[in-house]
């Protein structure tokens, strides 16, 4: 094994304790030593259960965002539906139908899964699941936590992501991430029902290329 793999191989845990345990946060100090040798400690990692969230369409594709107060940054944001995967939810995806149904309101439709990744690896344990869920409908009202405060924003999906690749719109990493990665599915063709969304996506994020593509001679014309 090269220098380069010896110093990255994981490091040494050689005690671990539960510093903090209630019913929103569990956070694990362990004493480590890394593979060059050098004492870490004390290291805390938050055991975090795993997210998920939902880049919903509606019938005529409009995107269900929710704007909600978020306390550590003391503003408010608009975001994804979702949320913690329950232990009483048997897939990420039931997990996701589930928070999209308690703050929405809406549900049903087809659910894709497009994204999966660390929100923060170094700190916490967790994974998150991004969806894209096509032809959500209104079934019902929301069904909110007793602190929880959601209004529901139907939003035109090429406009945001016009407003987020500008900086126009910040929103949680996660969320963002996923709905780069479904309209990244989208303009590649391959989710059937959304040919007129993918040209708009297009059109929002690339114009350059389809100011080109308009200005190009067309094949009557080069032959006159």
């Known amino acids: 094994m090269s220098d380069e793999g010896d110093r990255l191989r994981p490091w040494t845990v050689s005690a671990s304790r539960i510093t903090l345990a209630d019913r929103w946060l569990r956070v694990r100090t362990d004493d480590c030593l890394t593979a060059e040798g050098v004492e870490v400690s004390p290291y805390h990692v938050i055991e975090a259960a795993d997210w998920n969230c939902t880049v919903a369409l509606t019938h005529d594709l409009r995107l269900v965002l929710i704007r909600e107060y978020r306390h550590a940054r003391g503003i408010v944001i608009d975001g994804l539906p979702g949320g913690v995967v329950e232990a009483s939810d048997s897939s990420a995806e039931i997990g996701a139908r589930r928070e999209l149904l308690e703050e929405t309101g809406y549900g049903g439709g087809r659910f894709l899964p497009v994204l999966t ?3 923060d690896p170094a700190n916490f344990t967790n994974t998150a699941v991004g969806f894209l869920a096509l032809d959500v409908e209104p079934k019902g ?17 090429p406009t945001v992501m ?6 126009e719109l910040r929103m949680h990493a996660v969320h963002v991430a996923a709905l780069w990665s479904a309209a990244a599915r989208i303009m590649q ?36």
């Open 117 to 119: 990744t660390y929100p």
């Open 141 to 157: 009202p929301q069904a909110l936590d007793t602190a929880e405060s959601i209004d529901v924003v139907l939003a035109d999906f």
């Open 162 to 167: 016009k407003q987020l690749s500008s900086g």
């Open 189 to 224: 063709d391959t989710v059937p029902g959304t040919g007129a969304l993918r040209e708009q996506l297009k059109s929002a994020l690339y114009p350059s290329d389809q100011a080109n593509l308009t200005k190009r001679p067309t094949p009557e014309a080069v032959g006159g």
